[in-house]
């Protein structure tokens, strides 16, 4: 029957194309179109955790109250809660104009780019409360551009094609996340001017404001796009088969599709990031206690870092669409795991730059593989009818367990020292490789 048909699948060719097959697909309008509209997906996220605890601490806001705020950022791992209203409840009038995924793409743009305004001009050494309820505004309507981009990309292209438009995304996240790190940084100092140190709310507020116009590219291109093929849904007669349609029927058609496979794929959806997850939260504590200044990190992770994660996804894309998913997702488990061990290499090593180069390099480039190929996965798994509910929570799921394990990383360095912590972190991906192969042959057999 044709609700346990994989989704997306078509008659498409063959996964294993030409390189030169592979390679176009890069070029296609729709791979184009997710590096722009990925930029836009990315620039918010910094911008309400990592770099506003930066601007809150020269701001002379406590540790404690900076940690607590980091709770903001819970948005994006609880967004499958409101993905059902995304995914079926028309903007009046805008979704007859746009369509169903450009108008929530376009009112979630502009809310962000209103929260960022507030946030520029709102000084929280004077009063927190303002930026906060912008901040929390942004990471809301930026979680809710995840759910509508989401969506947008699945239904735009066949699942062979689905790696070469996930690593056109990634590049585009990738890129606005350098903007949103250390370029709002470089504007931030040079608005500051000859004052290089303490707290300037003028500078800030240039700062912000160039990340609030830095989302008008992004809103210009939902503006161009064609809105997908809407999946046909049946109208709802009442309040009942409403709630039904949009909050039940995604995830009962998920396990209709999977039946007791279902647990194994989540199971695999909920640990394939551990590795990475669990180490990355004692990186930068491993980073000062071996010495490195603020400036070499930074140089090292949003230059060298960031590059290799570029090519790793670009990487991850193209063997994916040439030799499958599962193979490269296999791939990836193995590099990520493995590459966890080079920091047990770097905690004997000691303070030496061109060592970090290497490690951060070869870690990122891990990641970037393991990334693109695990997006497209989860994109695989998702029905065409309720894409934007499915994929937000099959997203969402796969932080829970290993953020919640990585609460206990400071503990376990305390107790047993970082070369044991990164060793532990790289055992922690095998079980992830026998999870992979099982999943290999469920994905398999459903395209059999």
Known sequence: MSEITPPLETSAPSTLRTWREALRLYLQPASLR??????????????????????????????STIGYLSWVGLAYGVKWMWAPLVDRMPIPWLTRQLGRRRSWLLLSQTVIVGGLVGMA?????????????????????????????????????????????????????????????????WIAAWAQGEQTTGYAQAAWQVAYLVMAASMLPGMWMVLASPEPVPAPMPPARNVAEWVKGALIEPFADFWRRYRWQALLVLGLIAVYRISDVVMGIMANPFYVDMGFTKAEVASVTKVYGVVMTLVGAFVGGVLSARWGVMRILMLGAVLSAASNLLFVWLSGVGHDVSALVWVISADNLASGIASAAFIAYLSSLTNIQYSATQYALLSSMMLLLPKFLAGFSGDFVDAYGYASFFTATAWLGVPVLLLVALASRVHASAKA
Do not use: K
């Open 34 to 63: 997710m590096l722009a509209l990925g930029f836009a997906a990315g620039l918010p996220l910094l911008l309400v955790l990592g770099t506003l605890s930066f601007r809150l601490r020269e701001a002379g806001i406590d540790r």
């Open 121 to 185: 001009l709102n000084d929280p050494s004077q009063l927190l409360g303002p930026l906060v309820a912008c901040a929390v505004a942004v990471a809301v309507a930026s979680a809710t551009q995840d759910i509508a981009l989401d969506a947008y990309r699945i239904e735009s292209a066949p699942v062979h094609e689905q790696a070469a438009l996930a690593a056109s995304y990634q590049t585009g996240y990738r890129l606005a996340m350098i903007w949103a790190g250390a370029g709002v940084l």
